[in-house]
């Protein structure tokens, strides 16, 4: 997190909440992941209709070029374009288009790797860079907050002569959602966590624990804390361990990486050391999701890397953000802590959210022969530390 972005955050967090803009994005989510196309306003007034690649249809097409009145664009991240070969800027989206128009098959095999057949595009096509401010990189960031692929088809809205803009957001049953709130999101709802359920529940090597459950505002699936123990801030520093759900390695039992070593680990430490927390993230796949995680795999049983094929779908390396963690510590009356970790970036993370590490404890276990190159890549690419 740069400075700059580190002025904004702390700025959005102190300005005051606007429910209908969480509410507003909330409902655009649904509407994506249903298949279905939304409106997206920029800063300037300028609409867009946006329809998640992964819903893109022939069909699906002729519909966004008839209510838009113009021919859409693909835009797709920086990496993502970079993995396709294409000529890419500093811009964080990049538009793509052709002279005859994108098909629902050339679109496909320009966004989604795991399709294998690679870019195929008949005719000359154009690139333009987008900032994430615009209807289209909004849209594309919209489409990340909906765990989908990192791609949509946008077309600029052209409306008809003498049609107002709500009587054809009307007429064609669409909502619309305004780019800085699709942007702000994210900061937003880390504030609004709400504690929902506290019970006791004795676990292997903690029987004295506590499981804390945190909704997020848009009803999704709730963080939770594991508080492991009596922690108190009067005893100084909190021992915490910082860990993202992983349905294939916690649930499962995964040998691809490490996660259930580390989350059972990190619970028998902390019970040794006599109380601490675990906090649990709904942030499957460093923040991509479960089924872009799948596909992920995927790409690795080709021969990618973990960090290659988070890029190769359009994703980067790490999208995971720490501000549910922070609150989820503020909540719980831990301002300092001691962090159970390999990954410097966490350090940072949190401390840039206002939560104080006090110290880095590390957590290593050792590969168990299928994990071998997910853990150096861990260390050669993302720079933990073993």
């Not at 990189?137 to 077309?155: F, I, N, Q, S, Y």
């Not at 995971?320 to 922070?326: D, F, K, Q």
Request: aromatic share 4%; net charge negative; hydrophobic share 45%.
């Amino acid at each position: 997190m740069t400075s700059s972005r580190l002025a904004k955050l702390q700025d959005d967090l102190s300005q005051p909440l606007d429910q209908t803009a969480l509410r507003a994005v909330d409902r655009a989510i649904c509407e994506l992941r249903r298949g279905d196309p939304v409106v997206v306003e920029d800063m300037e007034g300028g609409i867009a209709l946006a329809l998640s690649v992964e819903a893109v249809s022939a069909p699906a097409l002729n519909r966004i070029k008839a209510m838009a009145g113009t021919v859409p664009v693909l835009a797709v991240t920086r990496p993502r374009a970079a993995a396709i070969g294409l000529q890419t800027s500093s811009a964080p989206v990049l538009k793509l288009a052709l002279g005859a128009g994108l098909t629902a098959e050339v679109i496909h095999d320009l966004v989604d790797p795991t399709r294998r057949a690679g870019p195929n595009a008949d005719g000359a096509m154009t690139v333009e860079a987008a900032e994430l401010e615009t209807r289209e990189g909004a849209a594309v960031a919209l489409a990340k907050l909906a765990r989908l692929l990192p791609a949509v088809v946008a077309a600029s809205v052209r409306l008809p002569r003498g049609v107002t803009l709500e009587n054809w957001l009307d007429k064609n049953d669409l909502m619309m959602v305004r780019a800085r709130d699709i942007l702000d999101y994210q900061t937003h709802a880390a504030r609004t966590l709400t504690l929902v359920g506290d019970a006791s529940v004795p676990l292997v090597d903690a029987e004295n624990t506590r499981v804390l459950a945190f909704r997020p505002p848009d009803g999704g699936v709730e963080h939770l804390a594991i508080v492991i123990g009596e922690p108190s801030a009067d005893d100084g520093p909190v021992l915490i361990r910082l860990h993202s759900e992983c349905f294939t390695g916690d649930l499962l039992g995964s040998l691809r990486c490490d996660c259930g070593d580390q989350l059972r680990g990190a619970i028998a430490e902390i019970s040794r050391h006599g109380s601490g927390v675990v906090l649990y993230l709904a942030q499957e796949g460093r923040g991509i999701g479960l089924v872009n995680k799948l596909r992920a795999y995927q790409l690795q049983d080709d021969g990618f890397d973990t960090v290659e094929a988070n890029e190769m779908l359009g994703f980067d390396a790490d999208e995971r953000i720490y501000l549910p963690a922070a609150e989820m510590l503020r909540q719980l009356g831990f301002p300092q802590v001691r962090l159970l970790t390999n990954n410097p970036d966490k350090l940072r993370q949190l401390a840039r959210c206002g939560i104080e590490v006090v110290d880095r404890v590390p957590h290593v276990f050792p590969s168990n022969g299928h994990n071998a190159a997910y853990l150096r890549t861990k260390a050669e690419r993302s720079g933990h530390m073993f």
